[in-house]
T-cell receptor, first 119, second 110 residues
């Protein structure tokens, strides 16, 4: 069964450094998402992406964050200057869709996440 | 903003019991609702998706119900097994995103 893949599984970085988290969504999916989960807390929405642009972003997704689909398969999340509070598990997800809306009877598929540790 | 609450926060039961996990949400204008399973240190696995027009959805030993007007969903797990031990998350979909509850951490003892 097709799956969402994320690399790396664990990334350690120093405060102030830039990190890029990578995701390969399921190939025929059109909607892409980043979520994060701080240890012991809820899964939180960061950003959704469709048709090569951001559809929606949360208040967490400030100017330090950016997303890109550099080619037909990868979907990346960049954090420009990491802070200690960016330490979390970052999940990529994708879903199929047509006509500007996710297909509402199709589930959201998540990757296994990248654990980001900022020291 | 959608708020999602899951009760209980944790549950420990002997193998074989039938279980009920509850989810409530504040905004009933949802398109669908998904139940996920999360194993420690892992991603989220989709278990069931109920569209807003549906009342129930079943997959194997799992049955999810949805009462959209009252903002509630319930996940029933029949004949629980130790392999069911995980955190179960409820996520209604509206405003172009899924909102997650804090989950119910389930431990099924052999």
């Amino acid at each position: 069964e097709p799956e969402v893949t994320q690399t790396p599984s664990h990334q350690v970085t120093q405060m102030g450094q830039e990190v890029i988290l990578r995701c390969v969504p399921i190939s025929n999916h059109l909607y892409f998402y980043w979520y994060r989960q701080i240890l012991g807390q809820k899964v939180e929405f960061l950003v959704s992406f469709y048709n090569n642009e951001i559809s929606e972003k949360s208040e967490i997704f400030d100017d330090q964050f950016s997303v890109e689909r550099p080619d037909g398969s990868n979907f990346t999340l960049k954090i420009r200057s990491t802070k200690l509070e960016d330490s979390a598990m970052y999940f990529c997800a994708s879903s199929p869709g047509t006509g500007g809306l996710p297909r509402l009877n199709s589930p959201l598929h998540f990757g296994n996440g990248t654990r980001l540790t900022v020291t | 903003k959608q708020e999602v609450t899951q009760i209980p926060a944790a549950l420990s039961v002997p193998e074989g019991e039938n279980l009920v996990l509850n989810c409530s949400f504040t905004d009933s204008a949802i398109y669908n609702l998904q139940w996920f399973r999360q194993d420690p240190g892992k991603g989220l696995t989709s278990l069931l998706l109920i569209q807003s027009s549906q009342r129930e959805q079943t997959s194997g030993r799992l049955n999810a119900s949805l009462d959209k007007s009252s903002g509630r969903s319930t996940l029933y797990i029949a004949a629980s097994q130790p392999g069911d031990s995980a955190t179960y998350l409820c996520a209604p979909y509206n405003f172009n995103k899924f909102y997650f509850g804090s989950g119910t951490k389930l431990n099924v003892k052999p």
